[in-house]
């Protein structure tokens, strides 16, 4: 939310900014900024300040499936030729005073208990301030930026239209003293387990260790979770042994919803962005680059609604849905198709063995990951289509299964 606030008072448009926990808190996130949202960074002023805070830059990457590391580094998007892994309570901080420096008005620990509506129409908020106090406040348009349980898309009834459905669970910690610590992302993959791992550096020399786990395992796995990292990381050995040779610094964090969905994202009165609008498995780490995506649409459909009077409000808000369902989908179904961990057969070993031995397949292939390829670029259009339909046909059978339920 908080680079929308910060656009839309750029615009000189008068803007509230709220939210229930206090700015900067450190909350769960992927902590990964691709160069397609940390492009946006750059354009809006900020990206030096994330630099300023000793944040990795990530430049090279590695895909390890099975034992067969493809090793590359990812073309440049719009002059960024970088990953970002910044802890949220920095990354956050910096949002929110941009958003007040541009002259938004903000409120922490702010909870929203209802919406106020004139007939269908959103036209406001009420809720209790962080001394306690009932407070309601009017808007020409409320925007939910409350993440995958959105509060607003539950008060307006926003419908999820596609329900791709959820493939795992993921936690991660943070460690300190990690042995042959590296400014580089890698991706473990080990498809008969059906088990991912994710390894980088951030903020204040510590590495963030992700494990992914098959959803149906979620019980167990967060029943103990430092039994489920110790027994999973066996599988592969030499993560195992720089994590037994770091000290954690943090509990675990992480959770089983990982659900893939879009909603319906616009309404009279609302729209929804981030988290709140699409959902996917973190294992591509869409998430913080999507919210900057839908800010940047949002705003831009707004302020020309709100100063240049070129649509209503209504039709700036559907405007923003279509662009950003339209820019999101492919990845959207590119992702769902890395979140369902299929067990690799020979043959399909051999042909990543034979793309990683090529630095430009690499290349393209981890671009294509990292968001700066696009992705019909790096596959023929016969697996994008494959993509599709598999996202397609997960909805299909959701949408049966609910239809079956009495």
Same mark, same amino acid.
């Given at each position: 939310?908080?680079?929308?606030?910060?656009?839309?008072?750029?615009?000189?448009?008068?803007?509230?900014?709220?939210?229930?926990?206090?700015?900067?808190?450190?909350?769960?996130?992927?902590?990964?900024?691709?160069?397609?949202?940390?492009?946006?960074?750059?354009?809006?002023?900020?990206?030096?300040?994330?630099?300023?805070?000793?944040?990795?830059?990530?430049?090279?990457?590695?895909?390890?499936?099975?034992?067969?590391?493809?090793?590359?580094?990812?073309?440049?998007?719009?002059?960024?030729?970088?990953?970002?892994?910044?802890?949220?309570?920095?990354?956050?901080?910096?949002?929110?005073?941009?958003?007040?420096?541009?002259?938004?008005?903000?409120?922490?620990?702010?909870?929203?208990?209802?919406?106020?509506?004139?007939?269908?129409?959103?036209?406001?908020?009420?809720?209790?301030?962080?001394?306690?106090?009932?407070?309601?406040?009017?808007?020409?348009?409320?925007?939910?930026?409350?993440?995958?349980?959105?509060?607003?898309?539950?008060?307006?009834?926003?419908?999820?239209?596609?329900?791709?459905?959820?493939?795992?669970?993921?936690?991660?910690?943070?460690?300190?003293?990690?042995?042959?610590?590296?400014?580089?992302?890698?991706?473990?993959?080990?498809?008969?387990?059906?088990?991912?791992?994710?390894?980088?550096?951030?903020?204040?020399?510590?590495?963030?260790?992700?494990?992914?786990?098959?959803?149906?395992?979620?019980?167990?796995?967060?029943?103990?979770?430092?039994?489920?990292?110790?027994?999973?990381?066996?599988?592969?050995?030499?993560?195992? =042994?720089?994590?037994?040779?770091?000290? +954690?610094? *943090?509990?675990? !964090?992480?959770?089983?919803? %990982?659900? $893939?969905? &879009?909603?319906?994202?616009?309404?009279?009165?609302?729209?929804?962005?981030?988290?709140?609008?699409?959902?996917?498995?973190?294992?591509?780490?869409?998430?913080?680059?999507?919210?900057?995506?839908?800010?940047?649409?949002?705003?831009?459909?707004?302020?020309?609604?709100?100063?240049?009077?070129?649509?209503?409000?209504?039709?700036?808000?559907?405007?923003?849905?279509?662009?950003?369902?339209?820019?999101?989908?492919?990845?959207?179904?590119?992702?769902?198709?890395?979140?369902?961990?299929?067990? =690799?057969?020979?043959?399909?070993?051999? +042909?990543? *063995?034979?793309? !990683?031995?090529?630095?430009? %397949?690499? $290349?393209? &292939?981890?671009?294509?990951?990292?968001?700066?390829?696009?992705?019909?670029?790096?596959?023929?259009?016969?697996?994008?289509?494959?993509?599709?339909?598999?996202?397609?046909?997960?909805?299909?059978?959701?949408?049966?299964?609910?239809?079956?339920?009495?």
């Amino acid at each position: 939310g908080s680079p929308l606030a910060m656009l839309l008072a750029r615009a000189g448009l008068k803007v509230l900014l709220v939210d229930r926990m206090r700015f900067g808190s450190d909350i769960m996130s992927t902590h990964f900024l691709k160069r397609t949202g940390a492009s946006l960074l750059q354009k809006w002023g900020l990206l030096d300040t994330i630099r300023l805070l000793e944040t990795p830059e990530i430049r090279k990457l590695t895909f390890n499936l099975d034992g067969v590391s493809m090793n590359g580094v990812a073309p440049a998007y719009d002059g960024v030729d970088a990953e970002f892994t910044p802890r949220r309570s920095y990354l956050d901080k910096i949002l929110v005073d941009a958003a007040i420096e541009a002259g938004a008005e903000a409120r922490e620990k702010f909870h929203v208990n209802t919406l106020i509506f004139d007939d269908n129409r959103v036209v406001g908020i009420v809720g209790k301030d962080k001394n306690g106090r009932t407070v309601s406040e009017r808007a020409r348009i409320v925007v939910g930026a409350d993440g995958i349980n959105s509060f607003v898309a539950k008060e307006v009834k926003a419908g999820i239209f596609i329900d791709a459905g959820t493939y795992n669970c993921g936690f991660y910690a943070y460690y300190s003293g990690m042995p042959d610590r590296r400014d580089a992302v890698t991706l473990y993959v080990r498809s008969q387990q059906r088990l991912a791992y994710i390894t980088f550096p951030t903020n204040d020399a510590l590495d963030v260790v992700f494990l992914f786990w098959p959803n149906a395992e979620a019980g167990i796995v967060r029943a103990d979770l430092e039994k489920a990292f110790g027994n999973s990381l066996r599988a592969v050995p030499e993560l195992e =042994s720089r994590v037994s040779a770091a000290k +954690r610094e *943090s509990p675990f !964090a992480g959770t089983h919803r %990982l659900a $893939n969905f &879009f909603r319906v994202a616009h309404g009279p009165g609302w729209a929804l962005v981030g988290d709140a609008a699409v959902h996917r498995d973190p294992i591509t780490a869409e998430g913080i680059s999507n919210a900057f995506c839908h800010a940047e649409i949002l705003a831009d459909e707004l302020i020309r609604a709100f100063n240049e009077h070129s649509s209503t409000l209504d039709e700036a808000t559907a405007s923003y849905d279509r662009r950003q369902f339209k820019r999101l989908k492919p990845m959207f179904d590119y992702t769902v198709h890395q979140a369902i961990i299929r067990p =690799s057969t020979p043959q399909s070993l051999a +042909r990543f *063995s034979e793309a !990683a031995a090529d630095p430009d %397949l690499s $290349n393209r &292939f981890l671009g294509a990951f990292i968001g700066s390829v696009p992705l019909n670029v790096a596959f023929k259009n016969e697996v994008l289509q494959g993509f599709t339909a598999r996202v397609q046909q997960a909805n299909d059978e959701r949408q049966d299964r609910k239809l079956k339920t009495p």
